[in-house]
């Protein structure tokens, strides 16, 4: 029986995604560039495979992708906590502020791109004004146009929007943490650090290490702010492993070299989910 | 790479299968998809958003009243369009009864079958065929033996500067049309760009000029020009025949030119390593910069503040249109040519009427007319066509068409920017290794050693390296053939 | 509750008012830009007080107002794809909140896995796929391929729901010899419809929100709003006040909907692990 009621669901997602993943796999042995064929043309074993990651930008894609994914999902844990022990406090306005608060979150990346190529602008936009004001140094070729910066930029935009993510949950979490617990701790003598690291955070350990996950998995996946903020620019230095299969994929449309790349992809995720899902679920009751 | 793709089957039996299949792939997506043939009264046009795009529009209703074809336009960036048309043909379903083609693109729908000659409308039709520049005619529309479509927005390239800033601060113009260019080196062109730098006029600090260098078209682009001027040729040997791919990216010619382009950069905006074409326009159009070069749609643009807005921008009549530089050792000029033809997708049910439309629109009566169509400011003067270049009315609106004509009577697009297979490919290797030139990320002998091994990497992946399908021998003059026979008949 | 300084006081009314300005300021600004006169968008020192134009709204929105079909289209698509998912995943969420099964943790984290998976991944099989079906362009290529996100989504949420809804009510009606159908139609989902409602909903951002599936599966029709706005970006310049005014009109619906659910966002936006 609950096999039946599941039954339509997995079916139509296993069609889904299967198709996927068995196209790319049985493609990515063939040299298939659309521009010359509608049909794969020829069997060239790991040839793809070679070109995908022989291309010097692999490694540095990879590089980026990892140091975006880790760098963003920290700062907006640590933003966020921050966020979320502010919004504990009582203060006026505070209610309003966490029901504002999540904003951000609710927006499309691929707007938050727009929103941030306008901030960013090297000709007028604000956030290099206010950088100014402040007398924080900025790159002459603007904030997306430089290579030490570009990549930065794109993770700030996004720890812009998830930030508030972090907040409103934690602060759900540290609600739901049992009053007497943290008053034991007190009359311990612990400090307020103490509380929060040693009593609170580790009873909803379960919250947070789902929420770590799951923007660390689309921080790995960010695609549509690369599109609009920089198409991994200037050079190679904002790429990510995205962007380049979107690349390789639907500009270059050599579906056997996107097809590997896909798999290669597939595979560094799953290794990381596997490793994540192995330590941080075992304790887990379903 | 390649090498290692035999593996037990002889690289002959593979490109046999793959050139097989390539054949029959008109063939095999009709199968797939059979496109519903059926003939009607509208035509759909598929395009991209060029300026050419909305003088067409202005001048469309004449067309529909002429014929009573009802016709249909829908206008795309360059990204969404090149995606629509693949998957359209991918499919075999037909999206659109005429679309406009980049003249890179020519040469890979021909080869696939994406694209119906139209040698025998023209043959059976009165066009005056022989007015289009036959450069225009090689550059664009001309593939095989063949002509794949017709030009209706042409660009070449040429210089814009300030007279006032050059005045003001005593710098020597840059010489105009039928004046002796042997001087009028890019060694020249920089160090005017050094005098004006950093200068301050009007109450601005000026900048020596203005670089488009987002990757990858825009920069491509624009540095394309650089090495054409200075002979630099993408492989061994195409478009002549016997082609042959190997790419020659690192030669001296080419690390000439891209040190040159670096020095540009460095006389203009940091921020201009973003820019892409409108940007770099856009810039100018301000009024903070000296000179730059560029496609001759900015030879109108400019005068306009934003695109399409009807408000005349701070330069409007403070700019000159000038010729190119030229190479200091002699190397006989070559401006790079680009723009857009229109090309008739061979599954269309509708390729009568697409016809019409074609001829039309491509005609000399019509293009004038899109030139003199005023709505917001006058923004067409991309002319394939030779008469259109002594029509007075024209000039008083575009003075600059002298000198334009000049610009495309030493063009030649297949030279600057080959079209071969994967251009688009090429193009992304390309741009990304000069944006690293540009913003010092690697030194230009590093980033065109790697360009080349990058290029050679692929072209052997995607099995151009040995080339050992057709070549055809593409030359003007067999264009110009080409085009007397099509013009007689 | 223990005393605060004055100092702490004013530092965390300060934080607190740091932290609207960060996280809000960006968005009116753009909100601004829809309504700013042209020549005000990028100017130095930035102008905060103009008169406002509807320029820009009218010709994104009303004349031409290429981008009032954009906003129909997606919200054809963005309705489809719920209306498609629910029929999905009620069944998936009522089988995982009722029933023992053994595999129930890897059928769990199989969907979670599903949420994680690279869309860009999927775009180049999906665009081959969907353009030799002949459908592409089409709503229903866009609302099939986005049950790959609204479907594990709602299983999680909808499961964690249904965990609410008192086992005892059913084994009553179970009792009186009720099939399962009409125990889940009559007792169970009435009982868990406003977890119905709030997990339509937020499929309902999902969808709305998704850029990469309609980036190369929707035609000039079906053209949803991001990617309408990405249509400014022409290769001939970009005119920032109509993408903010396209942009602003596709934020709404989802600020609108988080603003309705507030006291369920936590649990939204944690897949029911966090009841909030």
Known sequence: MPWLLLAPSITLLLLLIAFPLFFALYNSFYFWNLQMSPQPMAFIGFGNYEQALSSSTFMLALRNTLLLSIGGTAIQFALGLAIAVLLTQTLRGVTLVRVLLIMPTTIAPIVVGFLFRYLYDANGGLLPWVLQVLFIPLPPEGLLGSSTTALMSIMFADVWQWTPFFAIVLYAGLLSVPDSLVEAARVDGASRWTILTRIKLPVIKRTVLIILMLRFMQLFNTFDLVLILTRGGPGASSRTLSYSLYQQGLIDFNIGVASAMTWVIVLILNVILAIYIYIAFRDWEW | ?489 | MHRRSPVATVLLYLALALTMVFFLGPILWFVALAIRPPETAFARPPVFVFEPTLRAIKHTFVDPGANAQHLTNSLIVAFGAVLLNLPLSIPAGYALSRYRLRAKKYIMLWYLGLLMAPPVAFLIPYFILITRLGLSGTYISMVLVLQTLTVPFSVWLLKSFIDDVPVELEEAARVDGAPWHTVMRRITLPLAMPGLIVTSMFAFVFAWNNAAFPLVLSSGSTTTLPIGTLGYFATSGVTWNFIASAAVAAMIPPMLVFLTLDRFVVRGLTLGAVKG
Do not use: C
Request: proline share 6%; no cysteine.
């Open chain 2, 1 to 489: 790479m390649a090498s290692e793709y035999k593996k037990g089957i002889s690289r002959r039996t593979l490109l046999k299968g793959a050139s097989a299949t390539a054949i029959g792939a008109s063939a095999t997506s009709l199968l797939a998809a059979p496109a519903i043939a059926q003939a009607s009264n509208t035509i759909r046009i598929l395009t991209v958003e060029d300026p050419f795009f909305f003088a067409l529009r202005g001048v469309l209703p004449e067309f529909e009243a002429e014929t009573g074809i009802k016709v249909e336009m829908e206008s795309l960036s360059y990204g969404g369009l090149q995606a629509r048309l693949i998957s359209s043909f991918v499919a075999g379903n037909p999206d659109a009864d005429l679309i406009s083609v980049d003249n890179i693109w020519n040469g890979q729908m021909m080869d696939n079958g994406w694209l119906q000659p139209v040698d025998e409308f023209i043959a059976g039709d009165d066009i005056d065929f022989e007015d289009f520049m036959p450069e225009v005619i090689y550059s664009f529309n001309a593939w095989r033996g063949k002509i794949a479509s017709l030009p209706v927005a042409t660009y070449a390239q040429g210089v814009m500067y300030r007279p006032d800033i050059f005045d003001a601060l005593g710098i020597e113009a840059p010489p105009a049309v039928g004046d002796d260019l042997s001087a009028w080196t890019w060694e020249a062109y920089i160090e005017r760009l050094q005098q004006i730098n950093g200068q301050s006029f009007d109450g601005q600090t000026i900048a020596g000029s203005v670089v488009s260098g987002q990757q990858p078209a825009p920069v491509v682009h624009m540095f394309t020009q650089i090495a054409a001027s200075h002979g630099m040729k993408w492989f061994k040997n195409f478009p002549q025949a016997p082609w042959d791919f190997e790419p020659l990216m690192n030669s001296p010619e080419n690390m000439k030119a891209a040190n040159l382009f670096k020095q540009i950069y460095d006389l203009s905006p940091p921020e201009s390593l973003n820019y892409n074409w409108f940007d770099a326009g856009t810039r100018f159009s301000k009024g903070d910069i000296g000179m730059f070069f560029w496609w001759t749609p900015y030879f109108y643009l400019i005068r306009n503040d934003g695109y399409m807005s009807g408000v005349p921008s701070a330069i409007k009549e403070k700019y000159a249109t000038a010729p190119l530089p030229v190479a200091s050792d002699g190397t006989k000029q070559t401006v790079s040519l680009g723009g857009w033809s229109l090309g008739m997708p061979a599954n269309s049910a509708n390729q009568d009427q697409a016809w019409q439309f074609m001829r039309w629109a491509t005609s000399a009566a019509t293009q004038k007319k899109m030139g003199l169509y005023n709505e917001f400011g006058y923004q067409f003067s991309d002319f394939g066509r030779r008469s259109l270049y002594d029509d007075p009315e024209l000039k008083e609106v575009y003075p600059y068409l002298d000198d334009q004509l000049v610009m495309f009577q030493q063009g030649d697009g297949k030279f600057s920017r080959p079209p071969s297979p994967i251009y688009t490919t090429l193009e992304g290797i390309y741009g990304l290794q000069l944006s690293k030139i540009l913003s010092g990320q690697s030194s230009v002998e590093d980033s065109l050693e790697e360009t080349n091994v990058l290029f050679e990497n692929v072209l052997k992946g995607n099995f151009l390296i040995p080339y050992e399908r057709d070549s055809y021998d593409d030359t003007l003059e067999g264009t110009k053939e080409l085009m007397a026979k099509l013009a007689g008949g």
